[in-house]
T-cell receptor
């Protein structure tokens, strides 16, 4: 089983619909992140969470919200989807920054979201 | 603000050629971390390497090598004797020190195509 699992893997929906993307992890990491990938733009950070009570906006949080239901679960919601939110979405996890410095992030397989 | 530039959008080589992927970064922090990730056609993101700002030692792992030069703010990635399986999009990324919270800033990626 994958350490970082994203559901669904693919979703097609219509403008105005509410969408939730889910992420769960078995790595035991405290930190979780949501990114979106657009062609030619790389990955951009939407939201991140250092623990269940700590949620922070990233570079492009407008139009999105998140929920950290448990250490292992971090959901991303689009309250009213619009076509320019069509993208590939990635969830990632990492260990805290400790004496070893910033740790690599480990990514799920992605959710391909299309909004018509 | 931190920034990562991957000026090469796409590179095509013939199998067994050596190829270097360029990465130039900007940061005001004295403590930072650089990463390379691989995204094969299947879409997942695979962590390749982490380098911290205090360690300018080059690294070699099999056919892969990395050249970190603070003087030119570059962290270039070389694949020796390329193979078709190396075909992927490669991302360079930067996270700043403790204050930055391990948030990753990605470059826009370099698409590498290795042909027979």
């Amino acid at each position: 089983d994958a350490d970082v699992t994203q559901t669904p893997r693919n979703r097609i929906t219509k403008t105005g619909k509410r969408i939730m993307l889910e992420c769960s992890q078995t790595k035991g990491h405290d930190r979780m992140y949501w990114y979106r990938q657009d062609p030619g733009l790389g990955l951009r950070l939407i939201y991140y969470s250092f623990d269940v009570k700590d949620i922070n906006k990233g570079e492009i949080s407008d139009g999105y919200s998140v929920s950290r239901q448990a250490q292992a679960k971090f959901s991303l919601s689009l309250e009213s989807a619009i076509p320019n939110q069509t993208a590939l979405y990635f969830c990632a996890t990492s260990e805290p920054t400790g004496t070893g410095g910033n740790q690599p992030q480990h990514f799920g397989d992605g959710t391909r979201l299309s909004i018509l | 603000a931190q920034k990562v530039t991957q000026a090469q959008t796409e590179i095509s080589v013939v199998e067994k050629e050596d190829v270097t992927l360029d990465c130039v970064y900007e940061t005001r922090d004295t403590t930072y971390y650089l990463f390379w990730y691989k995204q094969p056609p299947s879409g997942e993101l695979v962590f390749l390497i982490r380098r911290n700002s205090f360690d300018e030692q080059n690294e070699i792992s099999g056919r892969y090598s990395w050249n970190f030069q603070k003087s030119t703010s570059s962290f270039n990635f070389t694949i020796t004797a390329s193979q078709v399986v190396d075909s992927a999009v490669y991302f360079c990324a930067l996270s700043e020190g403790r204050r930055g919270g391990n948030k990753l800033t990605f470059g826009t990626g370099t698409q590498l195509k290795v042909e027979l």
